[in-house]
């Protein structure tokens, strides 16, 4: 499934303000990035739960709401998005998750995808 643009460059300029914010275009777009993590070794349901607890409070101390990491346990990889809990996200934002889960002893290496569109344009 992909969510696609609603409305060309043409068609936004016909929307009124109400209208772009309801469909998040224009100067209300808020921005997101994919991050993706691989362990150096597998991790178990205790160590996993322990860790991902600490990943959402940095990520919250810094107003940020993550989804989809996960997975099958034993976990040697996971991915997720992670968006804004208001607005967007920041190159601010995006370098110090990766640099707070690099220092991180159990993570092997840290892939963070460049900021896009956090509404539409994702593939499933």
Wanted: with cysteine; charged share 25%.
């Amino acid at each position: 499934m992909s969510r696609t643009q609603p409305t060309s460059r043409r068609c936004i300029r016909r929307l009124n303000t109400r209208q772009r914010k309801k469909l998040c275009v224009a100067e209300f777009q808020e921005l997101a990035f994919e991050l993706a993590l691989v362990f150096k070794s597998p991790v178990d349901d205790t160590a996993y739960e322990q860790f991902i607890h600490a990943f959402i409070d940095f990520a919250e101390t810094r107003h940020l709401a993550l989804s989809a990491f996960g997975g099958r346990l034993p976990i040697e990889k996971t991915d997720g998005l992670v968006t804004a809990q208001r607005g967007s996200t920041s190159e601010e934002d995006r370098s110090a998750l990766s640099a707070w889960l690099q220092a991180r002893a159990e993570v092997a290496s840290v892939t963070a995808g460049p900021l896009r569109d956090g509404w539409y344009g994702w593939d499933f």
